[in-house]
């Protein structure tokens, strides 16, 4: 062995997704991408994602958990919270106390909520204030299509879906921006202040009712048709839960296909191969859970984030009926021996942007799915560490599969830093990494993953569930 080929042998480099791939995964790469863009555009709320989760995992044998009477190796069930969680479960060949193997991402995404008390009329136009949801840069908000999302109800009761802007024939609705003759002032100011959170209003209408003596014309207009198309009334707007997301469809991006753009792929790019991947599963060795949560762009919080009850429930139920009965002990045994990879997306160099990173230790589009072996910012607050013990199973699992994978921080350690589920899990005291796709322009309208990074997340949470 010659020196170049000794040093080759010691040293570590990441290799190129594209040059790993056969023919034959490059077609199932393109056909998984074209399915996943589908799912982008169905599922752009959480509700929508667990609907269409729902839909995807009955085509593929999962049932509800309440209609089993009783469990046995393979069986495939579901539990939904709250119209936003979904876990699914493949019953394995062991003993549940041997713990299980889970795959957990969210489902929320940065957005914009409206205020309880939205609609208003300005200068002979309706707008709707809104709040917005997650870390987003407020700018980016502004003048682009943007769609209404969610559920309202009636005076009598009924809740009704609402969805405009995203059939061809649907109007959208927008943020209006400042021209740039007349933004001397806004332009002097730092881009972080540039545009206000109760700047952020929506414009929903621009006509009135012909010969209404009303004085709020415009709004009363809106709500005419508000009430008409829906049956919904002002006070609806309460209780309402209506969201504003862009309304562009997810497209394939670059002359070559090679990357799948749009809105929300943080983190439902992970939930959606995190899906496909345990639809693969026939009887595991373990126990098999993919887990989707809730409000983890805003900290985990509320009774549909990883920090409610909903998880430790279902598997209290879940070993009840696998054994007849769920006492603590044994539930802390599940769980003590179970293993989470915290699917989450990591921040890919930006050529445009490199300074932010450090690159030696930062994850890069088309060089396979990221592990972090800790998230958090700066000192690694609010960070799950992984240990070297579990870090080396999970690389020894990827590589004996044939996962092409890579580690990464997210960013300069002294930049900014980030969170996941991970920490929450990790607290129940369970081996937990995190681990997921690269992403550019995270937290924006329209995000860019990367094809062959996509694959091989799937290939990685098939390989877990299979070989853990």
Not at 202 to 221: A, C, E, R
Not at 435 to 452: D, I, Q, R
């Amino acid at each position: 062995m010659n020196e170049k080929e000794f040093y080759k042998k010691l040293a570590y480099k990441t290799k190129n997704v594209y040059e790993q791939l056969s023919a034959d995964e490059r077609r199932e790469m393109m056909d998984m991408c074209d399915e996943y863009r589908v799912f982008l555009d169905a599922g752009k709320t959480e509700r929508e994602c667990v609907n269409e989760a729902v839909k995807m995992a009955e085509a593929n044998g999962f049932v509800p958990f309440k209609s089993k009477d009783s469990l046995k190796p393979g069986d495939r069930i579901y539990f939904i919270n709250r119209k936003k969680n979904i876990l699914l479960a493949v019953i394995g060949e062991r003993d549940i106390e041997e713990g299980v193997n889970i795959v957990g991402a969210h489902i929320d995404s940065p957005r914009l909520d409206l205020k309880q008390n939205p609609l208003y009329q300005s200068k002979e136009m309706a707008l709707l204030k809104t709040h917005y949801y997650g870390g987003i840069k407020k700018y980016q908000w502004t003048a682009m299509p943007l769609a209404i999302h969610g559920v309202a109800y009636t005076k009598d009761g009924e809740q009704v879906e609402i969805c405009i802007g995203e059939r061809e024939e649907d109007p959208v609705f927008c943020i209006t921006d400042l021209l740039p003759h007349l933004a001397k002032d806004q332009m002097a100011k730092k881009l972080g202040d540039a545009i206000e959170g109760e700047s952020l209003n929506i414009l929903i209408g621009g006509m009135g009712i012909n010969g209404s003596d009303i004085d709020d014309s415009v709004k009363y207009n809106v709500l005419n048709i508000l009430n008409i198309t829906y049956g919904i009334t002002e006070e609806s707007f309460l209780s309402a839960e209506l969201e504003l997301v862009p309304s562009q469809k997810a497209k394939n991006v670059g002359i070559d296909n090679s990357f799948v753009g749009a809105y929300g792929q943080d983190d439902r790019v992970c939930a959606f191969t995190a899906m496909k991947s345990i639809f693969e599963v026939e009887i595991p060795q373990r126990t098999a859970m993919c887990l989707l949560v809730d409000k983890e762009e805003i900290g985990s919080t509320g009774n549909t984030g990883m920090l409610s009850k909903f998880f430790d429930m279902a598997v209290a139920e879940l070993i009840e009926k696998l054994t007849g009965k769920c006492d603590m002990v044994t539930y802390n045994r599940v769980i003590r021996n179970s293993a989470c990879m915290s699917s989450d997306v990591s921040a890919a160099v930006d050529p445009n942007y490199e300074s932010a990173f450090e690159r030696q230790n930062s994850s890069y589009a088309g060089r396979g799915m990221a592990l972090m072996k800790y998230t958090g910012s700066r000192g690694k607050s609010g960070a799950s560490d992984a240990s070297a013990e579990f870090v080396h199973e999970i690389v020894s699992i990827m590589n004996k599969n044939n996962v092409v994978w890579q580690t990464c921080e997210l960013g300069k350690v002294d930049q900014g830093g980030g969170g996941t589920i991970a920490m929450y899990v990790a607290n129940l005291n369970m081996d937990v990494i995190d681990c997921g796709v690269p992403v550019l322009s995270m937290h924006s309208p329209f995000e860019v993953t990367a094809k062959g990074d996509i694959y091989m997340a799937y290939k990685a949470y098939a390989a877990f569930y299979k070989d853990r």
